[in-house]
């Protein structure tokens, strides 16, 4: 009825020009990558922080690659707070280190930010993982840290889906032993 209908090819017309014009309303959202202007000002910029580069993560000194030991860290500075301020330890594989920037921006005044992050290296002592060879020692040279600096608060993140996380209750009844509640 579409094509030989009373209007067929008036109808057939307008259906291929309705047509056209989703193929290149579909284009120029996929040039656009979405159409961000949907989600708040405040998601927009967060998401354009994703697709920035790694050192918004200060990889190679804060977060360190799986070839690196814990000595790396020592070109990972904190946070310029101010004198004596309270730490805030953020521990764990690369998921912690996505972390930093948001701490940074609401706690970096207040608090002496410590991050503390390994790729691949879960915040679980006694671990090893095959293609992380530091990682053991990485962790307990960290759990060294937290029991020196008693910070406010220890932040641990993991791709947790990835790792064993019920070892996490030892990580957990570490750091109570080392003065953190």
């Known amino acids: 009825p579409v094509r030989f209908g009373k209007h067929g090819k ?3 017309v307008a259906l291929a020009v309705l047509m056209v014009a989703t193929g290149c309303a579909g284009y120029e959202i996929h040039r656009r990558e979405g159409l961000p202007s949907r989600f708040p000002e405040i998601v927009q910029e967060l998401a354009r922080d994703m697709r920035g580069p790694a050192d918004r993560y200060r990889a190679g000194s804060c977060l360190l690659y ?7 860290f020592g070109a990972c500075d904190s946070n310029p707070a101010t004198a004596n ?3 805030i330890v953020l521990w764990g594989d690369s998921h912690a280190a996505h972390l930093y920037a948001g701490y940074r921006d609401r706690h970096g005044e207040r608090f002496k ?7 691949n290296c879960p915040p679980i002592p006694g671990i090893d993982i095959d293609k992380r060879p530091h ?3 990485i962790n307990e040279k ?7 600096a008693k910070p406010e ?3 641990l993140a ?3 889906n990835i790792y064993d996380w019920r070892r996490l209750e030892s990580t957990v009844t570490q750091l109570r032993h080392a003065g953190i509640a």
């Open 85 to 87: 301020a309270a730490a």
């Open 158 to 160: 993991a791709a947790w």
């Open 66 to 72: 799986p070839a690196q030991d814990y000595s790396a």
């Open 135 to 137: 990682c053991r020692n």
């Open 153 to 155: 608060r220890v932040v």
């Open 113 to 119: 930010l410590m991050q503390r992050t390994a790729a």
């Open 10 to 12: 008036a109808a057939a």
């Open 142 to 148: 960290i759990l060294e840290l937290i029991g020196h």
